[in-house]
């Protein structure tokens, strides 16, 4: 008897644990705001993995999180993912596409860890273009500035073109790409017909990352001459000489120096600037510089005078900038050369001869940097009632390249490697847009763009580096200022 009762008893005290247990078990589920669940912890909490995206240009930019999720970025700023991921489980953000049009490299910095008990929105992607991918045009309503797709060569604005405004004829990088260097006429719009005040430099700094242009304080520079037409930096990058079509009073063309400042990128007139370009001028002798290079070893500098159809040439003061005319300058060239520039070798020199049909040829002296014709110099035109006007030779030498603004072509010779001479290559001459002015060979050697001055589009080529032959880039005409009636002249390349 007394065992059953011990039992029952034993039964009882097991129903009544048991029904306590359940009830208890069921109040726990009232979290997070009641009795906690079984075992202590609350259900797992879900974040979002985010970030900032910087220097994005081209389109196509993919992330993914965690091998899926995929986010598309069209352009700067923040960015989240849609799928939030488990408190406690790693995120690891990956790019899967890189941007096109212009191509891009874009990285990650924090784009892996674990989530902890907040959201992530420290993962930053920074986007850069390829080197010699942006592009700086000089026109009649200022500086249109491009990013340059590296595979296919075409051309694509950026947003904050045109970088700059004003009359703009010549445009130039320094070579280290810190610094753009642009040409400014000035004019009088209340007189009639309006008048030159000023011939200026405008110096600015490049965003490495955008390619956008930051107009340098101080600019503009006085050059000292009148309608400046053509800017270039020497090889040291230590100097910056613009061709002033005329001086002061239509006192005669001069070349204006300037030394830059290598944190800045601002310009001081070097001492005895501008420097005349063919003395003796006669008053009133408008002898017309229109174009202004520096052979590559960063000794001589070469200046076409339109009016003078002659190549004038002097020698850098290496410390100061100054020019020294050299013994014999100017050399003669044919009637009316519009661009003199040298080769990448600096064993030759070659100008445009605008009104007579031909391009003049010199043997540089490595020596005094004096002019020598090259046997058959001028060489004719194969296009009858041409216009040569701009003139590029590309990087390996071997070719030559330039425009005819009469016909709208441009161009194409083979370069004798011992001589210098010219010969017009096969498929020669390619068709442009309206007046082709100025004609430039992108750092990479593998695209020609020519600046249409009779209509506002540059046409661009691909370069076949066996045959120098040029194929149309597509898109090309590439539209810059927009209206077809504002000229554009010349290119700078920077990485």
């Known amino acids: 008897m007394i065992r059953i009762a011990h039992n029952f008893a034993a039964r009882r005290l097991a129903v009544v644990g048991l029904a306590a247990v359940l009830l208890y078990s069921c109040q726990g589920t009232e979290t997070p705001s009641g009795i906690e669940g079984t075992g202590g912890s609350p259900p797992p909490t879900q974040y979002t993995v985010g970030g900032s995206v910087g220097g994005l240009i081209g389109s196509g930019l993919v992330l993914q999180d965690n091998g899926g999720n995929d986010l598309a970025l069209t352009s700067n700023g923040s960015f989240v993912f849609s799928t939030p991921v488990m408190s406690g489980a790693p995120y690891a953000v990956t790019i899967e596409t890189q941007p096109t049009n212009p191509a891009q490299t874009c990285v990650l910095t924090a784009g892996t860890g674990t989530i902890t008990d907040a959201n992530v929105s420290n993962v930053v992607v920074t986007c850069t273009i390829s080197p010699g991918q942006f592009a ?114 239509n006192s005669g063309a001069s070349i204006s120096a300037f030394t830059i400042n290598s944190v800045t990128g601002g310009l001081t007139s070097v001492p005895g600037s501008p420097f005349a370009t063919a003395p003796p001028i006669p008053p009133n002798n408008n002898s017309g510089a229109n174009s202004v290079t520096v052979d590559p070893t960063g000794k001589f500098v070469y200046v076409a005078l339109n009016g003078s159809n002659a190549i004038s040439a002097f020698t850098i003061d290496s ?163 927009g209206n077809g009636t504002d000229g554009v002249y010349a290119i700078a390349f920077s990485n």
């Open 319 to 481: 410390s100061t900038g100054a020019l020294t005319t050299v013994v014999g300058s100017p050399f003669p060239a044919g009637s009316v050369p519009y661009m003199v520039r040298v080769d990448p070798s600096g064993r030759f020199a070659y100008a445009t001869n605008h009104n007579s049909d031909d391009i003049s040829a010199y043997s540089i002296n490595s020596s005094t940097g004096a002019l020598t014709p090259i046997t058959g110099s001028p060489f004719p035109f194969p296009t009858l009632n041409g216009a040569p006007s701009g003139l590029a030779v590309d990087l390996s030498g071997r070719f030559l390249y330039a425009t005819d603004s009469n016909l709208n072509y441009v161009v194409a010779f083979s370069i004798d490697n011992s001589t210098g001479a010219l010969t017009p290559l096969p498929g020669s001459p390619f068709a442009s847009g309206a007046g082709p002015w100025g004609a430039f060979v992108h750092p990479s050697g593998k695209f020609l763009y020519v600046t249409n001055n009779g209509e506002g589009t540059i046409s661009a080529y691909a370069i076949d580096s066996s045959s120098g032959s040029l194929t149309p880039i597509s898109g090309s005409p590439f539209v810059a200022s």
């Open 136 to 249: 700086y045009v000089s026109g009649d309503l200022g500086v249109y500035c491009y990013a340059i797709d590296a595979v296919t060569g075409a051309l694509t604005a950026l947003a904050s073109s045109p970088c700059d405004s004003g009359d703009r004829v010549g445009v130039a990088s320094d070579p280290a790409d810190n610094f753009v260097y642009s040409t400014l006429n000035i004019v009088d719009t209340t007189t009639t017909p309006p008048s030159l005040i000023n011939s200026d430099a405008t110096a600015y700094t490049i965003n490495s990352s955008t390619g956008s242009l930051t107009t340098v304080a101080g600019s503009p520079y006085v050059g000292g001459g009148d309608n400046c037409v053509d800017i270039t930096v020497d090889p040291s990058g230590k100097f910056v000489y613009m061709a002033n079509y005329a001086g002061r009073n």
